[in-house]
């Protein structure tokens, strides 16, 4: 089991900067996968960005050059950094893992991201 607790949403202008967290309950080291989705009103849930336990990490095309994904090992816990951010951008993004041999999927609660002025 892993329990995901993310923190960080909010309300920003266009242009502004946004950091999401995302805490596990268990070591990341033991994580498969961990990411960031999206889902806008009315849209199916996107993947924004991925990590893996080996550090590799992958991104949106709408995202790459924009927001960047990071972990803390000894906090047991990711990030995005989200700058430059547009209208478009406007979500509840959730914190996403794979653990396991069987690649478990577990999700956390959703944090809800605004870019209006």
């Known amino acids: 089991q892993v329990q995901l607790v993310e923190s960080g949403g909010g309300l920003v202008q266009p242009g502004g900067s946004l950091r999401l967290s995302c805490a596990a309950s268990?070591?990341?080291?033991?994580?498969?996968?961990m990411g960031w989705y999206r889902q806008a009103p009315g849209k199916q849930r996107e993947l924004v960005a991925s990590i893996t336990s080996g550090g590799s990490t992958n991104y949106a095309d709408s995202v790459k050059g924009r927001f960047t994904i990071s972990r803390d090992n000894g906090k047991n816990t990711i990030y995005l950094q989200m700058n430059s951010l547009e209208p478009e951008d406007t979500a509840v993004y959730y914190c996403?893992?794979?653990?396991?041999?069987?690649?478990?999927?577990?999700w956390g609660q959703g944090t809800q991201v605004t870019v209006s002025s």
């Open positions: 268990r070591s990341i080291f033991s994580i498969n996968v």
């Open positions: 996403n893992a794979l653990y396991g041999s069987g690649w478990s999927v577990y």
